[in-house]
DNA sequence: TTAAAGTTGCGTCGTTTACTAAGGTATTGT
DNA sequence: ACAATACCTTAGTAAACGACGCAACTTTAA
């Protein structure tokens, strides 16, 4: 089961975010993309989603951006990856009228609530990148 | 996160060879596909992969079939959907150098381990199916 | 009013998944 | 020994999904 970049890049983004709710100040989809080597354009459509959810608040137009909506000790994983996926973390199929089929979903789904359990535990606090140098450049080698 | 189908197909076809674990006797890859709906061309593989994890024993030629390696009581779902799927269940990117990647990843990488403690509660044991009908039939509105 | 910035929807390309098929190999009953 | 039986292996494929790119629209500060 791989994780999607969707979600790993929202917990970027957000721990970004995070990083600077102290200031109140909105931030940029360009400076966010920069700071997590993220695609602007695709960047734009998962902020999208975690303002549907109320995990971030937008402010359009000019010197517009995003902010957290909440404490970065009060969002946790759990929300984010329910934000970016639909119901459930690990979601069974629908089974296929198998003898063990409703067994085998029931285990799964006892699975997916200890796995809620685990991630309601990580806050974004916890994400919170290490101190920014001072030169905005990054390196690669 | 969707669950693989092919990791949901193993648990249903290990826990119809638990129902029989008692009895000694090896199934039939038609056999379990029909019990439990699945393709019999793709159960074999799904087996073989078993069957390379050390989950289950075949025999071939004549009178050959499948049959649990070892108890129910001591096969969990996180061994089995760590014979399907690679080295992790939750499998996270191998981190795109943004400012918080390395923080987002060693998170996951906890979920990770929470998932797997869970996993390793469940047992085949669990899984077994209710008791078969003794006419073969199965029902379909 | 204008330029900057978020919003939305569509399209697309590459990868993965789920499955089929066909030929090969090992056992066993006779 | 032989042939029937059942597992083993690999190659191929069609559909679904994920990860974007792009373009037109809307809102708002200056």
């Not at 999607?4 to 709710?21: G, R």
């Not at 517009?64 to 970016?84: F, K, N, Q, V, W």
Request: aromatic letters at 4%; proline letters at 4%.
């Amino acid at each position: 089961m791989r994780l999607p970049l969707k979600t790993e890049y929202a917990c970027q983004v957000l721990a970004q975010l995070a990083s600077t709710f102290a200031s109140g100040q909105v931030r940029q989809v360009e400076e966010l993309a920069a700071a997590e080597h993220l695609s602007p354009n695709y960047l734009v459509q998962i902020l999208t989603t975690l303002r549907q959810a109320g995990l971030v608040i937008s402010r359009r137009g000019k010197n517009g951006g995003y902010l957290l909506a909440r404490h970065p000790d009060d969002i946790t994983l759990a929300e984010i990856a329910m934000a970016l996926e639909g119901g459930a973390l690990i979601e069974s199929s629908p089974g296929n009228g198998g003898k063990s089929a409703e067994r085998v979903r029931h285990a799964w789904v006892r699975v997916n609530e200890a796995m809620l359990q685990s991630c309601g535990g990580i806050t974004l606090t916890e994400l919170i990148p290490p101190l920014q140098t001072q030169d905005g450049a990054d390196w690669v080698i």
